[in-house]
Structures are given as C-alpha cells and as structure tokens.
C-alpha cells in the first residue's frame, strides 16, 4: 500500500525552527525507472487556500515559492523512505495543515518545473503561538 | 502570482444531477511547449487530496468517467455528468504553468 504520513510539533513558538518529516512507504523516493518524480511540501492556513511551498526531485534538485526561500529548506533521507521540512524563524502566520504530496512525473524546461501531485498525505497540523 | 479564481465556493446538488465548477486564471495557463499545467483534484471529508484531472482534460488512473475537465487558456471547468453521494468534498484546480505554482481557494459540494 502507497501511503505518505506526515508527524512533527503540534505547536511551535515564534521564532523558533519547525521541523517536520514526511515519511512514505509502497514506493521508494528515487523511482527505479523514472528519474522524473519528486516530493512535495503544501500547506493550508486555516480558512485559507492551500499553498505550494516547495520540492524536491528524484535528481536532488529542489525548487521553492520565492516567498519562503530565505526560511524554507526541503531534504530527504531516502535510506529512511523520508523527506523533510525545515522552516526557520517561524511566526503565526505560519499556522497551517502541512501537507506532503508525490510529484509523479514533472516536466522541466527553461522556465521552470511543471507537475501536480498523485498522492497526498493527511496532513499535519501546526500551530505557532507564544 | 497566477490568481486562480473559483466559482462558485459552494455548490449544493441533487443526486443524479450534473454540476459544474470553474476555475479563472489571472493569466493564460498555456505553456510555450504547447501543453497547459492546469489540475483539478478533490479532498473528500476526513481524506487527503486525490488527483481528478491532469492537464486540463485528462482524468486520471480511476476517475470514475462522470468527471471530465475542460477549458484554454484562462477559463477552465470541471464538470460531473451525474453527481453522487461520493463526490461530496472541496474540489480545487492547481496550475504548474508559471511559477510559483497556485491553488485555486477551493469549492464545497455537497448533496441535497
């Protein structure tokens, strides 16, 4: 079974570094045949539509949302089948249902990465407050 | 950043009956290499997101054949030919075309 689940805090204090970790199982994070798959970081603020924040692909490249690039670091372990988020300096505009999703197969030319997303994890939701 | 707009937010509908969402882009979604990076995905209640319709019209690996997506350039639409109790949800369209990539906010279905 395919599956993606992601864990980290619940609650974060301002200031502080988040951490999260996506970790999947039933496919391997660097396809045997297909160089073309990645990992996905969205999140979702309350009431609010989802955002992209950013990837990681099967080649290590890694491409984020211009807003969160200075903050916002996407790694991945694959001996462990996991990929992280790191999003310094949070604040509670950062509250939000964290989301890991699978990049099947994205295209890449000279304006950038196209893609979407065929699997979702539950999501995780994290809250910063003092 | 590419503004997707959908309408409506909300959409109650009766079994059997079609309905319709769209989704507006605030810039032309085709991409010079001729194909559009335009998505439609549905998260149902207490499940994560799953993948509906890829580049703008074509469903994906069991999609049920009641949805189909179509649309250009900026105007794109999501239709479901006879709604059932299963579809209820919020459906959201994506496009990877320019970057950033955007979401649109999302609309609510629910069945009468």
Partial sequence: ?130 | DIVLTQTPLSLSVTPGQPASISCKSSQNLLHSDGRTYLYWSLQKPGQSPQLLIYEVSNRFSGVPSRFSGSGSGTDFTLRITRVEAEDVGVYFCMQSTHFPWTFGQGTKVEIK
């Fill in chain 1, 1 to 130: 079974q395919v599956t993606l689940k992601e864990s980290g805090p619940v609650l974060v204090r301002p200031t502080e570094t988040l951490t999260l970790t996506c970790t999947v199982s039933g496919f391997s994070l660097i396809h045997p045949t297909n160089p073309y798959t990645g990992m996905s970081w969205i999140r979702q603020p309350p009431g609010k539509a989802l955002e992209w924040l950013g990837n990681i692909f099967s080649n290590g490249d890694k491409y984020y949302t211009t807003s969160l690039q200075r903050r916002l670091t996407i790694s991945r372990d694959t001996s462990k089948s996991q990929v992280f988020l790191t999003l310094t300096n949070v604040d509670p505009a950062d509250t939000a249902t964290y989301y890991c999703a699978r990049i099947p197969l994205y295209v890449y030319d000279s304006s950038g990465y196209h893609a979407s997303f065929d699997l979702w994890g539950q999501g995780t939701m994290v809250t910063v407050s003092s």
